[in-house]
Every structure is written in structure tokens, then in C-alpha cells.
């Protein structure tokens, strides 16, 4: 059974950080990411990482160089690190994951992804 945990999120002025981690259990291979939904608008990709000995990442262009994805597979954890965070960057972001490879596609099409956090809020004041 796939379970995905994730935390981390808070309020933090713009310009700050904040990362966030993702437990994950029962899952082996596909991706997993972030995702976000903004206030009133559609969710949307944040970032993605394959399960493999690769471990490919990509970005949505919003948020490149600004935002890490990254794993710890000895601790089944998933991380997002957040730096020079903006005020439309606020949401609440979820972990996700999906045993096919389609983390690239998922960026622009999260309706696909298979399994999801329960989301954790993020604030960035001006």
C-alpha cells in the first residue's frame, strides 16, 4: 500500500526558505514530486524525481534555480528545498508519486499522477 506523508510547510517572508519532506512507503519505481495549488487557481507541477539509479529531476520554469527535489532512499524521504521563496509561490504543496515513468509529463498534467500526500500549506509574505 502506498503512503505518502508529507510536512514541512509554514509561513516565511519573501526571500526566506523552507523545505519540505515527504515520507513514502510501499513504492519502488516511477517518480515521485511536488506538486502545488495556489488559492483559486489549478494545481500545478513543482518538481519531479525518477526512482531509479539516475534519479532525473525537472522543474516547472517557475521555479528553476530556485527549488531543489531530492531524495534520501535510506530513509524513504522525499525533500523539496525552497530558497528565495515569492509571495506567488504561496499554495498548499503535495507529494506525489506514480509507478509509471512519467514525471516529465506529470509537470503539466497532474490529473495523471496515481497517489498523493495530504498536502501541506505554504505562506510567503511580502
Known amino acids: 500500500q502506498v503512503q505518502l506523508v508529507d510536512s514541512g510547510g509554514g509561513s516565511v517572508q519573501a526571500g526566506g526558505s523552507l523545505t519540505l519532506s515527504c515520507v513514502v512507503s510501499?513504492?519502488?519505481?516511477?517518480?515521485i514530486g511536488w506538486f502545488r495549488r495556489a488559492p483559486g487557481k489549478e494545481r500545478e507541477g513543482v518538481g519531479t524525481i525518477d526512482i531509479t539509479v539516475s534519479s532525473g529531476t525537472r522543474y516547472a520554469d517557475s521555479v528553476t534555480g530556485r527549488f531543489t527535489v531530492s531524495k534520501d532512499n535510506a530513509n524513504y524521504t522525499l525533500y523539496l528545498q525552497m530558497t528565495s521563496l515569492k509571495p506567488e509561490d504561496t499554495g498548499t504543496y503535495y507529494c506525489a508519486a506514480d509507478r509509471r515513468a512519467v514525471g516529465w509529463y506529470s509537470l503539466t498534467h497532474p490529473s495523471i499522477v496515481d497517489y498523493w500526500g495530504q498536502g501541506t500549506q505554504v505562506i510567503v509574505s511580502s
Open positions: 510501499g513504492f519502488g519505481r516511477g517518480f
